[in-house]
């Protein structure tokens, strides 16, 4: 599996991009979520190739990156793929002139065969290069400069020589990110359902009028004792003759 990707589908290329729930953009390389697949555990989604490369990373440890161990693949729910198959996105070659805007599942085959500005991913540099040109970008000195590998979680390049150390280091970070951000959902989830849950619901009221009527009765009750303190004093005197 290699380790280079083309890039995926940024928020610039979705049309009505706020309309998309952050769930449907995979947490691993920010991108809108591409053939996902999901953990069994905690249900999170990624693009099938990023959980592929980050399962086949040696430090992953057959976890998931939010640390369920070991990951179960799971398919991606059908709502999923039905909400995504809505979602319009720019064609990758807009900057060569295809002004064309396509459905979610639509794209692929769009961008890879029918668009009139069909490009490829150069392999040496990475760049998308049209595919009538892509002779000439090879061969005329200049145009093809090649660049460092780019890393699919922190999107930086990287050079070849450093790269595989950085990935390492990278899915770690990742890891530690996502887990605190986790962590911190999960307190605004639970402040959140503490100011929406009604201070007294309708048992807990009833309840309430209940324990105020015993108490009132208790206390009618309390009263037909001596209560005046000549009342206690002459309980008090009794008992001490008695004893
Ligand atoms: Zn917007
Ligand atoms: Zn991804
Ligand atoms: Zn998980
Ligand atoms: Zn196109
Ligand atoms: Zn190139
Ligand atoms: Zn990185």
Sequence with gaps: MSLIEVSGIDRDRIVDEHLVPDEYFCPICQYLLWK???CSSCQHLFCEK???????????????????????????PPYVQSMLNRINIHCRNSSFGCDKVLSYNLLEQHENTECEHLTQQCFDCQKLVLVSKLNEHQQI?????????????CQ???SKSLFRD????????????????????EILQTRTNDQ????????????NRIDTIQMYEHQRHMSRLPTTLKGVDEVRQKIAIQS
Aim: proline share 10%; with cysteine; hydrophobic share 30%.
């Design 36 to 38: 996902p697949r999901s």
């Design 156 to 158: 930086n390049y990287i």
């Design 141 to 153: 000195p200049g145009l093809c400069i090649p660049y460092p590998i780019k890393c699919t979680i």
């Design 166 to 185: 950085h990935f390492h280091q990278c899915c770690q970070m990742k890891t530690d990110q996502l887990m605190d951000q986790r962590y911190q959902d």
């Design 196 to 207: 929406l849950q009604p201070p007294i619901n309708g048992m807990e009221l009833i309840q």
């Design 50 to 76: 990023c959980i592929q490369i980050w399962i086949g990373n040696v430090n992953s440890a057959n976890r998931c990156p939010f640390r369920c161990e070991p990951f179960e693949d799971r398919r991606c």
